[in-house]
């Protein structure tokens, strides 16, 4: 890499990730854009035609193995004994999977292009100091990352990164330049460019119809005023919208068929229009100004009785679920979506897209009530996955199909577990509210349902621990058998911190928030728990360093015990 010289350099302050994806877009260009973080750490993205093809960054995150088993593609247990062999024969783990007949090369490819995502995306929440140098023409990244993944939509990888990384600052400094202007969609594009855009896709649609000011929009729908300024910032960064001047076509359309040229490569497009290009004269508003700005004409203002868009697009994601829930009491092939002559490849394929479409983590802000709905989709689709993909499970769910005797028990199983996840999800809510005593009546009725599901059991081992004179040993066991399990859970190795920070062994439940801060880096109380122990690190005697918290003075009779108070100034 030093015989390299960088065409291009700068710091993400000064240009963000999402302007460089859309600039390796415009420019088609192949090469490799480096990142250096300001402690040294460095990371790198390889683009082959604008497309980011592969990536690579040092932190441990989104690990092929860890992708394909959150999928449904691997079990736990295969991927452990692979991954170690790997490591042990300085192997691919993919290759071993292939090589083990474990995986499809279908799933292979479908595994690399979400890792390749989910690492871009991942860039995308790196600090402002960042330095950035491009190289052109160069392939910079080391070849154990594995083989070129299926070709992403650079629009797509943005559109990720904003709704998951992006900063609110970032965000703010994008829509600045189009305050006061009317939202609008620019015309020709075709109808799924931005279906990538699930339940925020609702808000473009809205546009596309109505143009609007982005204050009457959220005025409209307050709820949804972080979605809306996530979906205004992603439009001006692709060029998506009508700002009243010349601007180069947006962002993945065909510049030839907008019949306007694209700006020099040395410079990304400006989202403040160059005083020569101004309108020379601006029509005067046909009401008098408001507040600083024109209102709208009154034919573009909704009716003020008519049922806002963004709650009717709400109304359709639920009739949506009803569907799917439909699907759910039919079987495996319905719940997919695909036929009896399905093959592994395009079974895992219908996985993939329902996983991308109804991940609970994934749903938009109007769709909040459809979590537990989409829960059930979700866990229904990621059964039928599992045993569709491994032909002895086939073969004996297609038996009892034909003859009438396992459809009732596979579904009743199914009912079981999804049941399971809604009371574990009730317990986390209730513990989050302080309410412990229905945490634990919940989280009973969890494992009742599902007596080995990881989180369940952590959080079980977290609840015992509290209770005076605790069985250390039963909270233990219940711990190990959680860890075991799921060895890569954020949520496992933050209740089973807080469990060996109780216990006082100050340096295991360190290593344990710190895991988490790995898979999950914007996991606020991970943080909150890693700066504690770090501030009292540098709080404790230099001749004798502690991680332990200083003693804490006993209470007055008028006040919960010490170790409650804790508990419920952290919830």
């Keep these: 890499m030093s015989a390299a010289i960088a065409e291009v350099v700068g710091t993400l302050e000064s240009t963000s990730l999402g302007a460089l994806l859309v600039r390796a877009l415009d420019e088609h260009l192949t090469g490799t854009f480096v990142f250096e973080e300001p402690n040294g750490l460095r990371h790198g993205i390889f683009f082959e035609a604008g497309g980011p093809r592969r990536a690579r960054i040092s932190a441990s995150a989104s690990h092929l193995g860890e992708v394909l088993v959150e999928t449904g593609a691997l079990s736990s247990v295969a991927c452990e004994r692979t991954l170690g062999r790997a490591l042990a024969e300085r192997v691919l783990h993919g290759q071993i999977l292939l090589n083990e007949g474990l995986i499809s090369a279908e799933t292979l490819e479908l595994g690399l292009t979400e890792q390749l995502a989910r690492r871009v995306s991942w860039l995308f929440g790196q600090p402002h100091e960042t330095r950035y140098g491009y190289f052109a023409d160069k392939d910079l990244l080391p070849q154990e990352t594995g083989p070129a993944a299926a070709r992403l939509n650079p629009l797509e990888l943005l559109w990720r990164g904003l709704r998951d990384h992006a900063r609110s600052s970032e965000i703010e400094a994008a829509i600045a330049g189009v305050v006061g202007r009317r939202v609008a969609i620019v015309g020709g594009l075709r109808g799924d460019h931005f279906g990538f855009m699930g339940g925020d896709g609702g808000i473009v649609e809205h546009l596309r119809r109505t143009p609007e000011y982005i204050t009457d929009l959220i005025a409209s729908a307050p709820e949804l005023e972080t979605n809306i300024k996530r979906v205004v910032c992603f439009l001006v960064l692709t060029r998506s919208m009508e700002l009243g001047y010349p601007t180069a076509p947006p962002a993945g359309s065909s510049a030839e068929s907008a019949g306007v040229s694209i700006p020099p490569a040395a410079r990304t497009p400006s989202f ?297 100034k952290r919830s």
Excluded: C
Excluded at 287 to 308: D, F, H, L, M, Y
């Design 272 to 568: 403040t229009p160059p005083p020569s290009l101004r309108p020379s004269s601006v029509p005067a508003p046909s009401v008098p100004p408001t507040n600083g700005r024109p209102s709208a004409p009154a034919e573009t203002r909704r009716p003020s009785g008519s049922v806002p868009p963004l709650t009717a697009r709400s109304a359709t994601l639920r009739e949506e679920a009803r569907q799917r829930l439909e699907r759910v009491a039919a079987g495996h092939y319905e719940v997919l979506g695909v036929g009896h002559e399905a093959t592994p490849a395009q079974i895992q394929a219908a996985f993939f897209r329902l996983a991308k479409r109804w991940h609970p983590d994934r749903l938009g802000a109007e769709a909040a009530s459809l979590r537990a709905s989409a829960t059930r989709i979700f866990s229904a689709a990621a059964e039928a996955n599992r045993v569709l993909s491994d032909p002895e499970l086939r073969r004996e769910y297609d038996r009892g199909r034909a003859t009438g005797e396992a459809g009732e028990s596979d579904h009743e199983a199914m009912a079981r577990v999804l049941a399971a996840e809604l009371a574990f999800q009730k317990a986390e809510a209730y513990l989050q509210r302080g309410n412990v005593d229905a945490a634990r009546r919940e989280l009973r009725q969890a494992l009742e349902r599902d007596p080995e599901r990881p989180e369940a059991l952590a959080l079980h081992a977290w609840l015992s621990v509290l209770e005076p004179n605790a069985d250390i040993g039963r909270v233990s066991l219940a711990l190990s058998r959680a860890r075991r399990a799921a060895p890569n859970s954020p949520r496992v190795h933050y209740y089973a911190g807080l469990v060996l920070k109780r216990l006082g062994r100050h340096g295991s439940a360190l290593r344990s928030f710190r895991s988490v801060l790995e898979r999950e880096p914007r996991n606020i109380d991970a943080a909150r728990e890693v700066r504690l122990y770090e501030m009292n690190l540098r709080n404790s005697p230099r001749d004798h360093p502690s991680l332990a918290p200083p003693p804490v003075e006993a209470p007055s009779s008028d006040e919960p015990p010490t170790t409650w108070r804790r508990f419920l």
